[in-house]
């Protein structure tokens, strides 16, 4: 079965400093992650994948994920963030066998203090 | 990227009542869509996938009965939230696949509905 786990409720960061908001997977087969963002009352906005090839993926916003298989992660990163980046950030994992059904992380709230 | 289109954004019904909630993919064809419920502070729990010209496939614990589903055309699907009770507010958020169920594909949601019953 497919799931991901995002280990921290909330992540708290100054504006300008690196963020970093952690998420690990669980799969069968190979692996295709995704990172959504939600703002209040609002519904998903999807902010970058990864299908296959670099490590490294860039996304919307100056968001950026790294893929690490040997630890199972996916963790989104930005090297700088902006207040505007205080929102609610889902990871999620697409099932194996179904393509269009995904699994969604608990979510992590960030927020950035000016 | 895919638009969405949920409307209503937020509705208000008295306990008792039905209310449908519409997703429409605008830019793209939907043969499935899905339906989710947020509760405040909570990920996304997945209620049911509906599928055009056949029947919705529920989740487990969801009440087929309660909350119907009709997937009317390869654009639109409703949700209605039947005999609703103040227990049933909550945030409804549709979404639907791109990529024709490659793997490369994306879900794209829509804007979500607010549903409060009094």
């Known amino acids: 079965a497919q799931s991901v786990a995002q280990p921290e409720d909330q992540v708290n960061v100054a504006e300008g400093n690196p963020l970093t908001v952690k998420c690990t997977y669980s799969?069968?087969?190979?692996?295709?992650l995704f990172w959504y963002v939600q703002y209040p009352n609002r519904g998903l906005q999807f902010l970058l994948k990864?299908?296959?090839?670099?490590?490294l993926v860039k996304g919307s916003y100056g968001f950026e994920a790294e893929f690490n298989k040997s630890q199972t992660s996916f963790h989104l990163k930005k090297p700088s963030a902006l207040v505007s980046d205080s929102a609610l950030y889902f990871c999620?994992?697409?099932?194996?066998?179904?393509?269009?059904?995904?699994?969604f992380g608990s979510g992590t709230k960030l927020n950035v203090k000016p | 990227g895919a638009v969405v289109s949920q409307h209503p954004s937020r509705v208000i019904c008295k306990s008792g009542t039905s209310v449908k909630i519409e997703c429409r993919s605008l830019?793209?064809?939907?043969?499935?869509m899905f339906w989710y419920r947020q509760f405040p502070k909570q990920s996304l729990m997945l209620m049911a996938t509906?599928?055009?010209?056949?029947?919705?496939?529920?989740e487990q614990g969801v009440e087929k009965d309660k909350f119907l589903i009709n997937h009317a055309s390869l654009t639109l699907s409703t949700l209605t939230v039947t005999s609703a009770h103040p227990e049933d507010s909550s945030f409804y958020i549709c979404?639907?696949?791109?990529?024709?169920?490659?793997?490369?594909?994306?879900?794209?949601f829509g804007e979500g509905s607010r549903l409060t019953v009094l």
């Open positions: 979404s639907a696949p791109t990529g024709g169920g490659w793997a490369t594909g994306e879900l794209f």
């Open positions: 799969v069968s087969g190979n692996p295709y």
């Open positions: 990864y299908i296959t090839g670099d490590n």
């Open positions: 999620a994992v697409r099932d194996g066998v179904n393509f269009n059904k995904f699994y």
């Open positions: 830019d793209f064809q939907a043969t499935t």
């Open positions: 509906s599928n055009e010209g056949s029947k919705a496939t529920y």
